[in-house]
């Protein structure tokens, strides 16, 4: 039962960065939109403001990075544990029916598993085009150069906002696996 209890801890928290993360991330990335946006931005306020929320945002994305590593971590050592169980059951024939129920749900959440790894992959594309906004604001602000750096910092809310989004389905799919 720890074993499936460790599993949930681990999906929760997981959730909550999530969760904190997109926030975080997108309200950052709406706010530094809006005030780009207004008639006479300030550009130098602008960028020192998005530097501290995105410092924010790096430290959380390093958090939520490592719950998914824990959640992985986690997830094996409860198949592992649901193995060494159904491997004690003396009747044959229940072990391979119970072998198969495991093999088959393991299958299931490897596959979400996977599914989630790809976006948290791509959320690091949008975390890096983040970076490269970041160093391009202030460049801009030097500059006074604004217009096509606000399209570029919507399009980077947009994916960021999708993606965090999608990984909802592995929450979901995590719960289900350790509640049943």
Avoid at 53 to 75: A, C, H, L, M, P
Avoid at 147 to 170: G, H, P, T, W, Y
């Amino acid at each position: 039962m720890k074993h499936g209890e460790r599993l949930k801890a681990a999906i929760n928290d997981f959730e909550d960065n999530r969760q904190k993360l997109s926030v975080s991330l997108v309200s950052s990335l709406e706010e530094a939109e809006q005030k780009l946006t207004d008639e006479n931005p300030d550009l130098p306020k602008v960028s020192i403001d998005f530097e501290k929320q995105w410092t924010s945002i790096q430290k959380r994305y390093k958090g939520f990075k490592g719950d998914f590593e824990n959640v992985g971590k986690t997830s094996r050592d409860y198949f592992a544990k649901l193995d060494e169980l159904v491997n004690n059951i003396n009747n044959e024939s229940l072990r391979d029916k119970e072998l198969a129920k495991n093999a088959s749900l393991q299958s299931k959440w490897d596959q979400s598993y996977q599914d989630a790894k790809v976006s948290i992959e791509k959320v690091t594309e949008v975390l890096e085009a983040g970076n490269d906004f970041h160093m391009v604001l202030v460049a801009s602000s030097i500059r006074q150069k604004l217009e096509q750096n606000v399209d570029e910092l919507n399009l980077i809310a947009v994916q960021a906002k999708e993606l965090l989004s999608e990984l909802e389905a592995f929450t979901q799919a995590g719960r289900e696996l350790v509640e049943g």
